[in-house]
């Protein structure tokens, strides 16, 4: 099935520094990919779609200019953190959209989410 | 899309059935039924999904009310692996590449030994 891969899976990075966040679809084409951040004991809230060549859209409350997402090609989307912050420190998690036509009789097969990355800011 | 309601935290003991039931009294006749579940620290797993007929795979099965105001998901025979928190999420199929899946609070499942 759809792989989608994260990485890093963990970071920690001082305060005031930026971090870079990949998402990778393995073996197949996203041609839109979603970002989520998760703080401890909450649900997954989702922070921007992003499709391939085009700007992101952000969700309401959500800094774009501090959240950057490119979304260069069909298979990669980065997500980075600038001038992080200790309150930047959260689970933040991908998930790609299969536009492949195989997957067109099973919707749900069409959101694969990655492994998340553990960020924490000291 | 529609809002969904899910208790907060149910046990279930290993090898027994676990029922995880969803409210989704305003969804819409287009709108699908989905189950995803995450253990600590990953990220959210699909499980299954349907509009109105029950649905069953190698992971569980789907039993939505013939008004699909609520529906049921089953794990057969739990064990101490499908301890995670599972989400049921209603949304419209296809709505173009955008379309996003909105979680809820979800339910955490502990399946005790």
């Known amino acids: 099935g759809a792989v989608v891969s994260q990485h890093p899976s963990r970071v920690i990075c001082k305060s005031g520094t930026s971090v870079k966040i990949e998402c990778r679809s393995l073996?197949?084409?996203?041609?839109?990919m979603f970002w989520y951040r998760q703080f401890p004991k909450q649900s997954l809230m989702l922070m921007a779609t992003s499709n391939e060549g085009s700007k992101a859209t952000y969700e309401q409350g959500v800094e774009k200019d501090k959240f950057l997402i490119n979304h260069a090609s069909l298979t990669l989307s980065t997500l980075t953190v600038t001038s992080a912050h200790p309150e930047d420190s959260s689970f933040y998690i991908c998930s790609a959209r299969d536009g492949s036509p195989r997957l067109s009789g099973a919707v749900g097969y069409g959101y694969t989410f990655g492994s998340g990355t553990r960020l924490t800011v000291v | 899309d529609a809002k969904t309601t899910q208790p907060p935290s149910m046990d279930c003991a290993e090898g027994r059935a676990a029922n995880l039931p969803c409210n989704h009294s305003t969804i819409s006749g287009n709108e699908y039924v989905y189950w995803y579940r995450q253990i600590h620290s990953q990220g959210p797993q699909y499980i299954i999904h349907g509009l109105k007929n029950n649905e069953t795979n190698e992971m569980a099965s789907l039993i939505i009310t013939e008004d699909r105001k609520s529906s049921t998901l089953i794990l057969p025979h739990a064990t101490l692996r499908d301890t995670a928190v599972y989400y049921c999420?209603?949304?419209?199929?296809?709505?173009?590449?955008?379309?996003?899946?909105?979680f809820g609070k979800g339910t955490l499942l502990t399946v005790n030994p």
């Open positions: 999420i209603v949304r419209v199929s296809g709505g173009g590449s955008n379309y996003k899946l909105t």
């Open positions: 073996d197949f084409q996203a041609t839109t």
